[in-house]
């Protein structure tokens, strides 16, 4: 589809003075040569919080837009050549077509889609498509803890959060509010670098993020961080399912969609030679 901003303009260039006739039955506000603006094409512009002095602002605002864009039309039209016009003319209705079938293709699909992707699925097409999920970025599973600097009782802390039992997990997050950041959801992949990005500090012992099961103890001046690494993936790994799923998923509903639509130009083709509402003809 061609670019939205230039079409739209070359759509009004056609359509705006048919748009915009002088009606009795309507309120004309401005003029420009033979074309008017008039109270009804106003709605909706000004917000229903707007101040009295806000309101009259935005309404000179869109007159003097609107007396603009009249003026470079009719300029245009005297002085571009008959070429350039019958040339948008047939771009404008070239875009208003494709809107209108986009439109009722989005309709369509809109109601006749199914959204739901199974897992069978998700893993169907990550088994056949694995070469194209190779990682460009390490990948970690990870828990954290950020404690202030002054923390009383950081040694108890410490061996719960290595040790890991369900009995430490729970005492943890039952003393949680006394940690300034923390995740314990160390089944979830996250790059490495978003890691680092949120606790810089952490850069100083970036080799030892990626060693798998490994503990990190550092401080700066923001508090001590605690960092527990359950596993690594590196840059040129397969990544694994959990982490593309979304993408995937994505996938199959954009293949769902576009054969969706190609069925119902197939069908709407058919029925119309079917009833008569589409003929060709040949050549004389």
Do not use: H
Request: proline share 2%; with cysteine.
């Amino acid at each position: 589809m061609r670019k939205t901003g230039l079409l739209i303009l070359l759509f009004s260039i056609t359509v705006s003075c048919d748009y915009f006739k002088k009606d009795a039955e309507q309120t004309p506000i401005a003029r420009v040569n033979d074309t008017y603006l008039y109270q009804e094409d106003l709605e909706g512009i000004i917000p229903e919080n707007a101040t009295v002095q806000d309101s009259a602002f935005i309404m000179n605002n869109y007159i003097n837009r609107w007396a603009t864009q009249q003026l470079l039309i009719d300029q245009a039209k005297i002085n571009l050549p008959q070429t350039k016009l019958d040339a948008y003319q047939k771009l404008v209705k070239d875009y208003k077509n494709e809107l209108y079938a986009e439109g009722y293709k989005n309709a369509i699909v809109a109601q006749q889609l199914d959204s739901t992707v199974s897992k069978n699925e998700l893993t169907a097409f990550y088994e056949q498509n694995k070469d194209n999920f190779i990682l460009n970025d390490e990948l970690i599973k990870v828990r954290y803890i950020l404690l202030s600097n002054n923390f009383t009782n950081l040694n108890r802390v410490v061996e719960k959060f290595r040790r890991y039992n369900n009995t430490d997990k729970e005492e943890l997050e039952n003393i949680s509010i006394q940690f300034t950041n923390y995740n314990f959801n160390d089944s979830t992949w996250v790059k490495k670098d978003a890691l680092l990005r949120t606790f810089p500090a952490l850069k100083e012992k970036e080799a030892e993020l990626l060693k798998k099961s490994n503990f990190t103890q550092v401080q700066d001046s923001l508090g001590v961080y605690l960092v527990k690494i359950e596993d690594v993936l590196k840059t040129n790994d397969v990544a694994p399912l959990s982490y593309v799923s979304p993408t995937i998923e994505q996938i199959i509903l954009n293949k769902r969609k576009l054969e969706l639509i190609k069925k119902l130009e197939k069908d709407i083709t058919k029925d119309a030679l079917k009833n008569k509402n589409f003929e060709t003809y040949e050549e004389r």
